[in-house]
């Protein structure tokens, strides 16, 4: 499977400021997700990034407050805007890989801290 | 929407005892089923994966079973180990049009392997 990397792997913010994540694929990928988790949590899908098309999010979530970038096969970014405590969570990236669109394999993570 | 839900939300076993582990799902199309482990702070692996034409898959001491009849599919554990103390995920594929690849995922298992 691909290796997946991200940055930062956390940060502690202050509210109302925004920050941004990177998620480095070493292979391209067609299919990059971004999900948010809380603690002791399932995973919640943020959004689907596509390289040539935009983003398409899912419901409660805005390209406004989460914006995403994916200029490329191997890179996504995605940027937590304007923060609350609230957006304390980790936020994860994946790829679809392998026999078919349906199999993800998933970034390190990112936690992220709002004060 | 589809859903799925796993049970139970914690389970306690002893060392060497067998895990099971189980999802109900609602969309009958649903044709693929992975599981996630998720240690604590690390990222979610996909563990194994089932598609809807088989009905048991078996990597050493885990197995999935797919029941497509009744709608549930149960990750078994055979001869628990303590580093098998994780989160488990099941999730699964909808083949609804709009579903935009993405996985529907279930609220998540603590397994606790007693020593």
């Known amino acids: 499977s691909a290796v997946i990397s991200q940055k930062p792997s956390r940060d502690i913010c202050q509210r109302g400021t925004s920050l941004t994540i990177q998620c480095q694929v070493d292979s391209q990928v067609t299919m990059m997700f971004w999900y948010r988790q809380q603690p002791g949590q399932s995973l919640t899908l943020i959004a689907t990034a596509n390289q040539g098309s935009e983003a398409t999010y899912e419901s409660g979530f805005v390209i406004d407050k989460f914006p995403i970038s994916r200029p490329n096969l191997t890179f996504s970014t995605l940027t937590v805007s304007n923060m609350s405590p609230e957006d304390s969570s980790i936020y994860l990236c994946?790829?679809?890989?392998?026999?078919?669109?349906?199999?993800?394999?998933f970034g390190p993570g990112t936690r992220l801290t709002v004060t | 929407g589809e859903n799925v839900e796993q049970h139970p939300s914690t389970l306690s076993v002893q060392e060497g005892d067998s895990a099971v582990i189980k999802c109900t799902y609602s969309?009958?199309?649903?044709?693929?089923f992975p599981w996630y482990k998720q240690e604590l702070g690390k990222r979610p692996q996909l563990i194994i994966d089932i598609r809807s034409n088989v009905g048991e898959k078996k990597d050493q001491r885990i197995a999935v079973t797919l029941n497509k009849t009744a709608k549930h599919f149960s990750l078994h554990i055979t001869e628990t180990q303590p580093e098998d103390s994780a989160v488990y995920f099941c999730?699964?594929?909808?083949?609804?049009?709009?579903?935009?690849?993405?996985?529907?995922w279930g609220a998540g298992t603590k397994l606790i392997i007693k020593p």
């Open positions: 994946s790829v679809a890989q392998g026999r078919g669109p349906y199999e993800q394999y």
């Open positions: 999730a699964l594929f909808p083949t609804r049009m709009d579903s935009n690849y993405q996985l529907i």
């Open positions: 969309d009958s199309a649903s044709n693929y």
